[in-house]
Each structure stands twice: as structure tokens, then as C-alpha cells.
């Protein structure tokens, strides 16, 4: 309750948590909202959990489909 719609991924190897992340759902009107969402104080980092659901080419039945990567490390800019 209060939550904008989003899933939650956890990337594990072995017994260790590497990764513990959520993604939100593009253009979601409850975005604005979030309070976990909105903690996100910077834009780029904000607009990469941030994924547009797209209609599955081919289905019968509705389905969407994303893409959202997930990066364990940050490389340095130039």
C-alpha cells in the first residue's frame, strides 16, 4: 500500500548478496509519488531503475516485456 508498482531483484553468488535493487515501471503516474523513488536524489541513478514495459510482439494474451541492466561495479569517467 503507498508503493508505486515495481519488482524487486536480488542478484546472489553463492551465499552472497551482491545486488538488491527495484525497478519502476515508466510513465507509472504513482512514480511521483514513491518515497523510496523520489530518495533517489540523482538523475541519472534515478532514471536507471526506471524501464519501459513494452507490448511482447507476438502475444495473445497481453504480455509486456523490459530490459533492465544491472551493473555491479561503476567504471570511472574519463
Not at 19 to 28: A, M, N, R, W
Not at 38 to 44: A, E, L, Q, S, T
Request: charged share 30%; glycine share 12%.
Amino acid at each position: 500500500p503507498g508503493r508505486t508498482p515495481h519488482i524487486h531483484v536480488k542478484v546472489k553468488k553463492g551465499g552472497k548478496e551482491l545486488l538488491v535493487t527495484q525497478c519502476y515501471i515508466k510513465g507509472e503516474p504513482a512514480n511521483d509519488k514513491d518515497g523510496v523513488l523520489r530518495g533517489i536524489r540523482d538523475p541519472k541513478a534515478k532514471e536507471s531503475v526506471i524501464v519501459a514495459f513494452d507490448p511482447l510482439k507476438g502475444s495473445k494474451i497481453g504480455e509486456l516485456a523490459a530490459k533492465f541492466d544491472m551493473v555491479l561495479g561503476k567504471t570511472p569517467e574519463a
